[in-house]
Each structure stands twice: as C-alpha cells, then as structure tokens.
C-alpha cells in the first residue's frame, strides 16, 4: 500500500529537512516580499548553504503576480489529487519544482510597471511547466540570487516576458491542466 504525501500550502513536503522554496510575506503592507529556495539538509550534505535569498519583491509587484501564481499552481495541484494552497501573511511553503517556476515569474516582473506587469502574467502563464524550469536552471546559474537583479537572464527574462500586448479583454487563453505534474513522461515505457 502506498503512502499519501502529506503537503503543506502549495505542495510543500510536509517533512522537516526537504527541499523546498519559502515565499515570505510580511504583515505590514509596505514591506518587501522574499522568495528564499531551502534546500533542507542535503544542501548541508553537499556543502551548500542551507538557504538562498532568490529574489525580493515590491508589494506591489508581489500583489500583480500573487493570483495568477495561485490559480495556475492550484490547476495542477487539484489535477494532482494534492490539497491547494493561498497566500497568507508569514511564511508560504512552495514545492521545489513550482518555486522555480515562481521565480521566473518574480525575476520577469520585478521591475515592471503596472501595464508591463499584465504582459508578464499572461506570458508566464502560456509556458509550459518544462520551460519554466529551464528558464529557471539558466538563470540560477547566473543570476539567481537577490542582489544580482537586472543581470545576464534575470534581465533576459524581464525582456522576453515583457515585450508585447496583452491580451484583448474577454478572451483569455487558460493553458489545459496536465496530469503529469509530478511524474516525468520522458521516461515512461510505452508497454
């Protein structure tokens, strides 16, 4: 029999010690949100720190991705059969492949103004979950902490995402739910 993973917020392990990301988000309205990736004890293992400050946020930037983040993490999580999660003031544990795919939001708008801000959003939502994760290896390895802001992939990113129109009202295009969230189809045998 097999157990059911036990989660927290959205997709989180619920086990002391895994690799997660942590997005803080403080009471006072004012106040910057952080994202910080935590790699729990195997970074210790492999001699790296145990956290790193991804990116800070402005609240307002954070308020312009905070629900397009949740619907499309929710989608999958729901497709997953794992609870959903919110944002809420304090520490919002994120799973390890979703964070990254929320730091390539955060990295793209975190210097955007309100109407780039919509462009982002709705780009971001049009890629496909591998590609996040690629945007996010490339950029990491370059760019990936909170003070190497506008550099290299991080300012790439901000470019790609940012660049054109949104979408004209009423007609939103919603990626389909993919079942596979948690399993990787590469490696799967046709049988």
């Given at each position: 029999?097999?157990?059911k993973?036990?989660?927290?917020?959205?997709?989180?392990?619920?086990?002391?010690g895994?690799?997660?990301?942590?997005?803080?988000?403080?009471?006072?309205?004012?106040?910057?949100?952080?994202?910080?990736?935590?790699?729990?004890?195997?970074?210790?293992?492999a001699?790296?720190?145990?956290?790193?400050?991804?990116?800070?946020?402005?609240?307002?930037?954070?308020?312009?991705?905070?629900?397009?983040?949740?619907?499309?993490?929710?989608?999958?999580?729901?497709?997953?059969?794992?609870?959903?999660?919110?944002?809420?003031?304090?520490?919002?544990?994120?799973?390890?492949?979703?964070?990254?795919?929320?730091?390539v939001?955060?990295?793209a708008?975190?210097?955007?103004n309100?109407?780039?801000?919509?462009?982002?959003?709705h780009?971001?939502?049009?890629?496909?979950?591998?590609?996040?994760?690629?945007?996010?290896?490339m950029?990491?390895?370059?760019?990936?902490?909170?003070e190497?802001k506008?550099?290299?992939?991080?300012?790439?990113?901000?470019?790609?995402?940012?660049?054109?129109?949104?979408?004209?009202?009423?007609?939103?295009?919603?990626?389909?739910?993919?079942?596979?969230?948690?399993?990787?189809?590469?490696?799967?045998?046709?049988?």
């Open positions: 029999m097999s157990e993973t036990v989660t927290v917020d959205f997709g989180a392990p619920d086990k002391f895994a690799h997660l990301f942590r997005v803080e988000i403080p009471a006072n309205r004012n106040d910057a949100v952080v994202i910080v990736e935590d790699y729990g004890y195997r970074g210790q293992e001699g790296i720190p145990r956290e790193e400050e991804r990116v800070i946020l402005e609240r307002t930037v954070w308020s312009g991705i905070a629900d397009i983040s949740r619907r499309e993490f929710n989608d999958r999580l729901k497709a997953a059969g794992i609870s959903t999660g919110r944002w809420h003031i304090g520490a919002n544990l994120v799973d390890r492949l979703l964070g990254k795919e929320l730091c939001l955060a990295w708008a975190e210097t955007a309100a109407e780039q801000l919509l462009v982002v959003c780009k971001w939502a049009a890629l496909r979950p591998e590609e996040r994760w690629w945007l996010f290896a950029t990491s390895a370059e760019a990936g902490l909170s190497d506008q550099r290299g992939w991080r300012r790439a990113l901000f470019f790609a995402l940012s660049d054109g129109d949104k979408l004209p009202p009423g007609r939103k295009r919603r990626r389909p739910v993919e079942a596979d969230l948690f399993t990787l189809p590469l490696f799967e045998s046709d049988k």
